[in-house]
């Protein structure tokens, strides 16, 4: 499929863990002689810095940036890598009285130093901590696990009187403003620009921390010489001496040389830049000439514009800009060839809207969807069969749905506050959760008998009422603050209160069957191939597709979930779908599918694009890369715990769709031989040709049903003494590979067995894969956010693949003690999948060894003599060694 589409969309991938919420340094200063002012004045916000050479691989700010988050007179600030998980990444400091403007956090990159300059309604601050080059002696960092630039932040000189300066009444900061910039000028002074209660802008200028001097204000007004050089140009509103239109709402800054030009959106919708060097207004623009305005707009304060200033050393200085007039929005962009535009909103609905356009791609103006995070179902269907605390907790639980923040504040509120729930483990979190609904039901029924039906039904209604708290707040911690975009590297993230989530390309598959019909009508998405029309019967195709998955109820998809969970066909859930979605068309979607499959050229042609596009299927084993051969600079890459994170929801987010989308190709290939009609079927189609790709279909639904289940189960946590023992018993067993993995105890909550293998021995076998080929110049090589994990996405999917003859993903299982996990794998994966036979069946055997099971060995090792020996890592003499085990 093309190839310019593999952008066309994206998708939110969180990556908030299952640890413990982090514990942040917690500072407090309190600024002699300010009057408190009260912490809500301003709203929440958040932002971001990114190192300038994160994008570089050598570098020792790669893959590293710090996010901040402001709420009242706090602001937390937290530095986050991919590559390595940091230590005492995170303070939160207290400005006591003083709330923080909204944006008005300002990170500067000096050479021996990251400054922080904090600017709130009655101060500013200046913070100096270490870059994190001076933190380690090499330039190359190999450990796991390393300080974070925030480690020794206790011991700066918060209250130092340099490093502070309480903004003097005169000129005074205008009070309905919450704009503010901050810079370092070449000569090291940190300069703070407010916007004044005159209407100007004032510059309060800290001297260097290691040079005496005093702080000094300027205020830029509009004086008479620059009135005489711009009469003509600016309407006469705007000269004199300033008044209250000319507040600036927004603010930005650009250093060039030795000046600072600041830019200014003022309440009269208006741009101006100031020279800071010469004081003088250079130009004032006018916004409203550039878009469609009413009188009322127009003599409306502006008080809801924002101002983002951009440069490329290639491309140059570019201003974004938001007008906000009510009920509509506009960004307005100065420049020519700007590459990207990202806009953040919530609707009506208080629902968040993110879109973005690329001009250099999409000519046509045509803005792309983000998908965001879906929050959890707003009810927990339980059957009279079930157990709603089983249920509940499993929903609850279940790794990528909830957060621990969200649960922990749940769960606080529920207990009445009398208790602080804030370092539970996830297992602890859970017991807790269990013991605190079950003591409120327990004190609700003992004061009288019931039946067994309302024993259940009042076990609902106090689960229900705990779940309804926790997507409260998970609703809340979810709403985004802010976008951060790394310029560097490209990369896109959302900051929220106290977490971050990713934005990573979607692919064309999952785009096409995520967008909704009227976007998926437009002439861009039909030329998919070179070839319209096959392009065209894709569209429809998914279409078709889409139909059915609308009209699935939750009973519907449960058949197919239930099928694949028992082994049975997944060919015959579709029919039984197929049938109810007859028995129940009330709204003729049946007759629209009908219709649109007529659209459909050659609708088994474009069925089998669809199945080649989604099969990971290799013909060879995967390579095996030498782990000592890995170079220094490269060993650490992608290896946090925040990158397992989002690349293996990366994966469950892949799986989930696509099993969605394989179960509806199903239900359709089966509607396709019930019609059996040579006009639907484009005359020369065969029978034979449909049954193939159903057939087709069904491995791969059951593929990516597996990975999703594998997605969603958590690893055991398993002691380093255990695990030692277990893997010098492999050796003997002579098991290849069983040298990458390291023996230790899970430290930051628990993972996924897809998480485990990824960090164990997946990453190491991408990353060689993607870096260390031939030809390949680390040195000129640079980061590239969207195209590295497109990238390692689609090759971790791959060594996840189980008709693959790669035998990684049970080997790490089986290594790293995951017996259980990996049982509950092999029953999932034998009916249907005949690759690795032998190899599953000598796993087999080893779980029931390990898991006090000897009696069924001897059936697996039967089992497997009939299968055959089909992995390359099993040979006849370590069933033997097995069978001397017995």
């Known amino acids: 499929m093309a190839a310019a589409l593999a952008a066309r969309s994206c998708l939110e991938l969180s990556a908030a863990g299952r640890a413990p919420p982090r514990l942040p340094q917690e500072l407090l200063f309190v600024p002699p002689g300010v009057a408190p002012l009260p912490a809500g004045r301003y709203s929440d916000s958040a932002g971001g810095f990114c190192y300038q050479e994160s994008a570089q691989l050598g570098a020792a700010t790669r893959n590293r940036w710090v996010r901040w988050s402001t709420s009242g007179d706090t602001v937390e600030l937290v530095e986050e890598s991919l590559d390595v998980n940091l230590l005492n990444n995170a303070v939160r400091l207290r400005i006591q009285g003083c709330p923080f403007l909204p944006g008005g956090i300002h990170l500067c990159e000096v050479q021996s130093h990251l400054v922080v300059l904090l600017v709130t309604a009655q101060t500013v601050h200046r913070l100096l901590l270490p870059h994190p080059a001076r933190l380690y002696r090499s330039e190359l960092i190999t450990e796991s696990q390393v300080q974070s630039v925030f480690t020794d932040i ?17 000129p005074g900061l205008a009070p309905n403003s919450v704009a503010s910039a901050a810079w370092l000028s070449s000569e090291g002074e940190a300069l703070f620009a407010l916007p004044s209660a005159s209407g100007g802008i004032f510059v309060l200028k800290l001297p260097p921390p290691d040079a005496p001097g005093s702080v000094s204000v300027v205020e830029l007004k509009q004086s008479s010489v620059v009135q005489r050089f711009l009469t003509g140009w600016m309407p006469t509103a705007i000269r004199g001496d300033g008044g209250p239109s000319d507040v600036p709402v927004s603010l930005s800054v650009h250093c060039l040389d030795h000046d600072a030009f600041l830019f200014a959106l003022c309440q009269d919708h208006k741009l101006r830049m100031w020279s800071y060097k010469d004081q003088m207004c250079l130009m004032v623009a006018d916004l409203l000439e550039f878009m469609p305005v009413s009188r009322d707009l127009r003599l409306a304060a502006g008080t809801g514009h924002r101002l983002r200033l951009a440069f490329s050393q290639s491309l140059g200085l570019y201003l974004g800009v938001y007008m906000h007039a009510p009920k509509r929005g506009q960004v307005w962009s100065h420049g020519k060839e700007i590459a990207e535009i990202w806009a953040l909103w919530h609707n009506e609905e208080n629902q968040t809207v993110l879109k973005y356009i690329n001009f250099e791609q999409n000519v046509a103006g045509q803005w792309n969807q983000v998908f965001v995070q879906p929050l959890p179902e707003e009810e927990v269907t339980v059957r009279q069969d079930q157990d709603p605390r089983e249920i509940y907790l499993d929903y609850l639980f279940m790794p990528g749905r909830f957060t621990n923040a969200a649960i922990q504040k749940a769960l606080q509120i529920f207990s009445q506050g009398t208790e602080r729930h804030m370092d539970l483990t996830w297992d602890e979190l859970r017991k807790e959760v269990t013991l605190a609904v079950e003591n409120e039901f327990q004190s609700s029924v003992t004061e009288y008998e019931c039946s067994p039906e309302e024993f259940w039904q009042l076990q609902v209604e106090f689960w229900s009422k705990f779940y309804a708290c926790c997507l409260q707040y998970q609703e809340a911690l979810s709403r985004p603050l802010a976008l951060h975009m790394n310029p560097y590297t490209s990369m896109v993230c959302l900051l929220k209160k106290g977490s971050i989530s990713f934005l990573v390309p979607c692919s064309l598959v999952d785009h096409l069957y995520l967008l909704s019909n009227e976007h998926l009508l437009t002439e861009d998405d039909a030329a998919i191939f070179e070839d319209l029309e096959m392009s065209r019967d894709v569209v429809c195709l998914v279409q078709c597709l889409r139909l059915i998955g609308e009209s699935i109820s939750m009973e519907m998809a449960f058949i197919m979930e239930m099928a694949c969970s028992r082994l049975q066909p997944p060919e015959k859930a579709a029919e039984q779908i197929l049938e109810d979605l007859i028995a129940n068309d009330t709204e003729n979607v049946m007759e629209d599918i009908h219709s649109k499959l007529q659209e459909i050229r050659n609708p088994i042609h474009a069925i089998g694009l669809l199945i080649r596009e989604m099969d990971y299927e290799t013909d060879t084993d995967m390579e095996r890369a030498p782990h000592l051969a890995l170079r220094m600079s490269l060993s650490q890459l992608f290896g946090s715990s925040t990158a397992a994170h989002v690349v293996c929801g990366g994966v469950a987010k892949i799986c989930t769709v696509r099993f969605l989308l394989c179960r509806d190709l199903l239900i359709l290939q089966q509607l396709l031989l019930r019609l059996g009609d040579p006009m639907v079927l484009g005359g020369a189609q065969l029978f034979q040709s449909q049954q193939d790709l159903l ?9 990516y049903f597996l990975i999703r289940w594998a997605s969603q189960c958590l690893a055991s946590d398993v002691p380093v003494d255990t695990l030692e023992s277990n ?19 899970l430290v930051s909550g628990p993972q996924t067995i897809v998480e485990l293998f990824f960090q164990e021995v997946a990453r190491k076998h991408i990353i060689s894969r993607l870096f260390l080929q031939p030809n390949t110049s680390l040195a000129e090589t640079s980061l590239n956010w969207p195209h590295l994990i497109t990238s390692i996405v689609a090759d971790f999917l791959p060594l996840l693949w189980p008709s693959n003859p790669s035998f990684l993903f049970p080997e790490c299982l089986m290594g790293s003690c995951q017996y259980t996990q990996l049982q509950e794998y092999i029953r999932l994966l034998q009916p249907w999948c005949h690759v690795n036979m032998g190899s599953c069946c000598f796993m087999m055997g080893r779980c029931y060894l390990v898991m006090g099971e000897g009696h069924k060995v001897r059936g697996a090792i039967t089992w497997s003599c009939c299968a055959g020996i089909s992995s390359r890592s099993l040979d006849l003499h370590k069933y033997s060694l097995l069978k001397s085990n017995l």
């Open 154 to 170: 206790s011991k700066i000189h918060i209250r130092d009187p340099s490093n502070y300066y309480v903004i003097p009444s005169v």
């Open 695 to 703: 057939h087709r279909t069904s491995p791969l639904l059951l593929s």
């Open 727 to 745: 893997l010098q018993h492999l050796s003997v067993l002579e098991l290849a590979d069983t040298t990458a993995l390291t023996p230790h105890k």
